[in-house]
């Protein structure tokens, strides 16, 4: 029994979220049992994640691979357990945990009756079923598939709120978003018009030998995959939707999408870039030049954007789009640094911006106000929920004992490592600004006299899960360690290839 | 209303075309077709009946629970199909390797566990898209 369990852990870690939110529908008048079933399921999934990752870690470099409906690699689809794989997991099941438990306490208030909680739950786990096939698959239409499970996903949670503005931001970040898969699809179609295989390793070494018969139609590619998983991941000019959809989206779903939904699309890039092209053919076609720059703009003008917001939910959100230039700018330095930096950072990134969203969403909840203005001395009416939006936001900005600052540091090495002064002086710029537009926050929090109001902090799930994330955001910038070194096998991993 | 003929035709070819529909959802592994081809045939029958009987009578025939359960367990259908290859110790979805009888290629007993997780396809897709055609006739 266990070694059937343990020898089918990647498909079940996908599958268990998917089945549970398939039966959630008919228990909707149950919603105790619809929320521990949740829980458990993602409880579950860290057991999971936390096991493929030892598995990982302790097998040096060999990935797990499993066959579906036992058909092997080109003809078959393949699950491939790699260190990116179980990195990318373990960070799903780190951040979706803590949110399903802040949902439980909050998403009365947020959503409505038992219907729309049973529904809320049930896009929730497809998303995150989703997020995990992306992060274990290994064939480029399951990457087309998955995306669009989590896209619709994004869609039904930005909607969960009945609300005008909710319907509007959904309808735009569809149109947008189907648009990106578009381009994704057309992207996968010419790799295999190129190549003739799906499968990520069969594409990548035919592309290696025969990519200079049809140049242009691998160039099509390039630039299609970039600009689909660009929009669904916001970067800088097609961000557009990203602002609306997360700033009215309920706060779990808000924390959700910002902080994992956007990283899915980002890990299929890398994916798609390193594991398919290649990183020569990359630099054949000076892939990584245009990703260092799109980063750096996309930093500097996010932040800036972020900078003019005066609604909360909303600086948070161009917030996002600043931390994925960071992203993206790792992605072109093509060093194992830059790279394992990267992907630090995004996951620190996933754990923070979630806790960001969720203690505003605590604050929005109990103030009913969404100016920031609003929120003087809500510190000592609700200390722990400042001070886990005080911890995010020290992380965010990359203070030293966060989790942030590990990332961003490997970032600034790998920027060196490439004699990229230019990206060097962004990401400090960054941090400046991410410093600016977040300290007014927690000053006006603290230092500013507070209404006579009872605000009191939320209750004890939201507490708890605001509590666990900034232990993460703690944990993880004082011993960043396994995650670290799963971070940096998975970068000198990518960088092998070909 | 009293449109006579056009009731009085569809209680004669409704009853078919929904069997048609099952006939393609069973026959989709050995056929054009398949399960969402045939899905869509049986929700046809039903969206039919409900735009010529009336939404209520369709309703009736059809109440939300039972849409909600045949949509919910038709999607896990499928996936405790696939855990039959689990169960026998073999990968997830398999067919063949898990000792499923595959039959004479070419007829009704062929394929093994497809046709079975045809069934729930079809029967999803048949009940995802009657719940579409109430909840756009009854959004005013």
Redesign the interface.
Known sequence: MTAAITANLPVFIIIAPLFVAFVLPTLAQRMRLVENLVISVEALMLFGACYLASIVLFQKGIPIIYQMGGWSAPWGIELKVGSLGAFFLLVIAIVSLPIALFARGNLTFEVGGKERRARFYVLYLLLVGALAGMALTNDLFNVYVLVEVATLSCCGLVSARNHPRAAKATFTYLILATLGSCLVMGGIGFIYIVTGHLNMGFASQELGRIWQNNPRVVWMAFSFMLVGFGVKSALFPLHVWLPDAHSVAPSPASAILSGLAVKGYLICLLKVLYNVFGHTLMQTYSVHKVLVLVGMVAIIAGSISALTQDDLKRRLAFSTVAQVGYIFLGFGLLNTKGLAGTLFYLASHAVIKSTLFLSAGAMLAVTGKKNIKDLSGIGRKMPVTTAAFTVSSLGLIGIPLFSGFVGKWHLLLGSFESDNILSVAVIIAGSVLCAAYLFPIIRIAYFESAPEKDWKDPNVPQKLALILLSIVIVVLGVVPGSLLELAGRAAAELLVLQ | MKDFILKRMASIILPFICIYGFYVIFHGHISPGGSFAGGIIVGLSFIAFSTIYGTEKGRKKLPEKVL??T???G??WY?IM?MV???K?????????AGVNLGVPGTLNSGGLISFIGFGVGIRVASTMITLFFTMMEEE
């Open positions: 909600v359960w949509e919910s367990y999607t896990l996936g696939g290859g689990i169960i110790g073999v990968p997830f979805l398999t067919n063949k390797l």
